[in-house]
């Protein structure tokens, strides 16, 4: 019910590849382009990274070059809207470094952190917080991993912010 999956069973003509790893950092991504990615080549690459740390604009760039080098856009996603008990909305530190570096590449993400949000609004610090019924672990003050139902707002928001992804020319 994960969010690839849920594009991958939506869109049975798409040749879609899934190397989500759980607790990846960017410098995971960057080392599986020489055993993966430049292997298969893919034309486009949906990213959610953020979480477990390790960015920096630096490996933005590296990432993007990277991609760039083997044909493939990159799409750069927002984290889901969480709160954490060692670092309060941290996920707003680390979307404002994303949202920062796309502008000013030209790159486009899902926002993970609107469809994640209470009342889809992560605005303002007050209304920042997380929809607690989509995510797995529902106590404050931690939520993190988006449940079934909090996977379908996701998919549901990829669809509104990365349209090309659902209507590209299979080749």
Same mark, same amino acid.
């Given at each position: 019910? %994960?969010?690839?999956?849920?594009?991958?069973?939506? !869109?049975?003509? !798409?040749? &879609?590849?899934?190397?989500?790893? $759980?607790?990846?950092?960017?410098?995971?991504?960057?080392? %599986?382009?020489?055993?993966?990615?430049?292997?298969? %080549?893919?034309?486009?690459? @949906? &990213?959610? *990274?953020?979480?477990?740390? #390790?960015?920096?604009?630096?490996?933005?760039?590296?990432?993007?070059?990277?991609?760039? /080098? *083997? #044909?493939?856009?990159?799409?750069?996603?927002?984290?889901?809207?969480?709160?954490?008990? &060692?670092?309060?909305?941290? !996920?707003?530190?680390?979307?404002?470094?994303?949202?920062?570096?796309?502008?000013?590449? $030209?790159?486009? #993400?899902?926002?993970?952190?609107?469809?994640? /949000?209470?009342?889809?609004?992560? @605005?303002?610090?007050?209304?920042?917080?997380?929809?607690?019924?989509?995510?797995?672990?529902?106590?404050?003050?931690?939520?993190?991993?988006?449940?079934?139902? $909090?996977?379908?707002?996701?998919?549901? %928001?990829?669809?509104?912010?990365?349209?090309?992804?659902?209507?590209? *020319? &299979?080749?």
């Amino acid at each position: 019910y %994960r969010v690839a999956e849920l594009f991958r069973t939506e !869109h049975p003509n !798409h040749k &879609v590849m899934i190397a989500a790893r $759980g607790g990846c950092t960017i410098e995971a991504i960057l080392q %599986r382009f020489s055993t993966e990615f430049d292997i298969y %080549r893919p034309k486009r690459m @949906v &990213v959610n *990274i953020g979480a477990n740390g #390790g960015n920096s604009t630096g490996l933005f760039n590296t990432l993007k070059q990277r991609c760039d /080098a *083997i #044909g493939c856009k990159l799409y750069l996603c927002y984290n889901v809207c969480y709160t954490s008990a &060692v670092e309060e909305r941290k !996920h707003q530190y680390v979307n404002a470094m994303i949202e920062s570096w796309s502008a000013e590449n $030209g790159i486009i #993400g899902a926002r993970y952190d609107i469809a994640t /949000a209470l009342g889809n609004n992560p @605005v303002n610090d007050e209304s920042q917080l997380p929809d607690e019924s989509l995510f797995s672990r529902n106590t404050q003050p931690y939520n993190l991993h988006p449940n079934q139902a $909090g996977q379908i707002e996701m998919y549901r %928001r990829l669809s509104i912010d990365l349209p090309d992804l659902f209507y590209c *020319i &299979v080749g």
